[in-house]
């Protein structure tokens, strides 16, 4: 008898560590939240707990060299992954979306999908205690009729959510079609963060 694992979804996660300039970035972001008054008023007209670029900053690799740097590391990593996921590309995947997260206490993102992309992802900037954790949903739950819950013990292959804890320097990446949530931020401090598209 054997079982096979069929239609795996695949999580890239890597630690970046000291090859990402996580403490400019702490301060970029910080000049941001201040200076981006759109982006301020987006937030709050959307009951944002917090601020973020979403809607306002579309040009923030050529604003600053840091989230530049940053992008290259990550246009090496989004290679390998698409490669590793076995990926049929033609054209080299390119960041054509990015923006930054400042996520007060109580902040969360209900679950979602990125659209009209190929690989989604996020770099963590700042992690305090208690911060928002990751949640990614198995993309057959709409069909699981009538199936039971798995046990706490089962394998995270076999878990209908899958939640992952960010440590500061941790970079994430989905295929963009992956429906995701970020849970309660119940710590203390800002939860800072960078999440981006690659088409």
């Not at 054997?2 to 970046?16: C, H």
């Not at 560590?17 to 008054?37: E, F, N, S």
């Not at 928002?132 to 089962?154: H, K, Q, T």
Request: net charge neutral.
């Amino acid at each position: 008898m054997t079982i096979r694992p069929l239609f795996t979804t695949p999580l890239y996660q890597a630690d970046l560590g000291d090859a990402a300039p996580v403490t400019a970035l702490v301060h970029a972001l910080g000049i941001l939240a201040k200076d981006d008054r759109a982006g301020i008023k987006w937030s709050r007209d959307h009951g944002y707990k917090g601020y973020t670029s979403y809607a306002s900053l579309n040009d923030l690799p050529q604003r600053d060299p840091d989230i530049a740097a940053l992008v290259k590391l990550i246009d090496r990593h989004v290679a390998r992954f698409a490669d590793l996921a076995g990926m049929e590309i033609h054209k080299k995947l390119r960041c054509d979306s990015l923006w930054v997260n400042v996520m007060q206490p109580g902040a969360s993102h209900s679950g979602h999908i990125h659209p009209h992309s190929v690989v989604s992802g996020t770099f963590y900037v700042a992690i305090p205690d208690g911060a928002g954790a990751i949640s990614f949903e198995d993309p057959r739950l709409p069909m699981l009729m009538n199936a039971p819950l798995r046990r706490d013990d089962a394998d995270e292959s076999q878990q209908s959510f899958v939640t992952i804890r960010p440590q500061p320097g941790m970079l994430l990446l989905w295929e963009s079609w992956l429906r995701h949530a970020v849970l309660p931020h119940q710590g203390k401090g800002q939860r800072l963060s960078i999440s981006f598209n690659y088409a």
